[in-house]
C-alpha cells in the first residue's frame, strides 16, 4: 500500500479501511468518530428535539459516506486490532458497558443539537468530561485563531487531543480508521504519537494532509 501522505510519523492511507485494515497489525489506541447513518454527507442534520431538519451554515459539498453507520463487524476489526478504544457516537452502537465513557459537554444552550456527545472507551476508570463550546459566534479554540470548519462532522482539535490524553498508554501508534478532515491525526501530532489514518474520500485526505504539512502550532 502507497500512503496518500507520510512525515513525521503521520500516515494517511486513501482508500476502504475494509482493506487496509487487515494490513496494519495490532497497534496502541483506535481514537475515532465513525459514520452514524444520519446523513451529514447531505448537508442536512436531524433535529432530535424537534423532528425537523436544520439547515447548515456551510456548504461542504454533498458525498455519500454517512448514508448509514459503519457496520458494527468492521469497528470490531478495529477495536481487535488495538489495545485501547475511543469510539466517539458510540450510542449509535452497542459495544456492551464500558466503565469510562468520555463526555463532550458543547455548552451550546440550544436545544437545536444534543447537549452533549459520548465517546465508548475500555479504559479502566471513571467517566470524564470536558465542557467545549463549537457552536456559534462564542466558538472555542486552542490556539490564537478559531479552528476552520472543513467537515460536517469535524470534531475540535481540543476533543480529540483531550481524548488521546485519557488513554492509559502514553506511547504507541494512533488508528483512525474514518479520519475524515484529519482531526485526530493533528491531535496525535500534539500529544507526539505516531498516527494512522484512513479515508474513502480523497478531498478530505488532502485537507488532513494540508492540516498536517503546518508544522508549527500555537498551542
Known amino acids: 500500500m502507497t500512503p496518500y501522505y507520510e512525515h513525521a510519523g503521520i500516515t494517511i492511507y486513501h482508500g476502504d479501511c475494509r482493506e487496509v485494515l487487515p494490513f496494519l497489525g495490532n497497534l496502541s489506541l483506535l481514537c475515532t468518530d465513525p ?18 431538519a436544520v439547515a447548515p451554515s456551510r456548504d461542504y459539498g454533498v458525498g455519500d459516506w454517512d448514508r448509514k453507520p459503519a457496520p458494527n463487524w468492521l469497528l470490531d476489526q478495529a477495536r481487535c486490532q488495538t489495545n485501547w478504544q ?16 468520555l463526555v463532550w459537554d458543547k455548552d451550546n444552550g440550544s436545544n437545536c443539537y444534543a447537549d452533549c456527545e459520548l465517546a465508548w472507551t475500555n479504559f479502566d476508570k471513571g467517566v470524564r468530561r470536558k465542557r467545549f463550546r463549537w457552536m456559534g459566534m462564542l466558538q472555542e479554540h486552542m490556539g490564537d485563531d478559531k479552528e476552520p470548519r472543513v467537515h460536517p462532522t469535524q470534531k475540535p482539535l481540543a476533543i480529540m487531543t483531550w481524548s488521546i490524553q485519557q488513554c492509559p498508554e502514553p506511547h504507541g501508534t494512533v488508528l483512525d480508521p474514518f479520519c475524515g478532515s484529519g482531526s485526530t491525526l493533528v491531535a496525535a501530532k500534539y500529544c507526539n504519537r505516531p498516527a494512522i489514518g484512513i479515508e474513502l474520500e480523497e478531498k478530505y485526505c488532502e485537507i488532513a494532509a494540508k492540516r498536517l504539512s503546518q508544522e508549527v502550532f500555537s498551542f
Open 86 to 101: 475511543i469510539i466517539w457516537g458510540a450510542n449509535y452502537y452497542s459495544f456492551g458497558p464500558a466503565r469510562c465513557w
Open 35 to 52: 459514520p452514524y447513518g444520519i446523513g451529514a454527507d447531505k448537508n442536512l442534520r436531524a433535529n432530535k428535539q424537534g423532528g425537523a
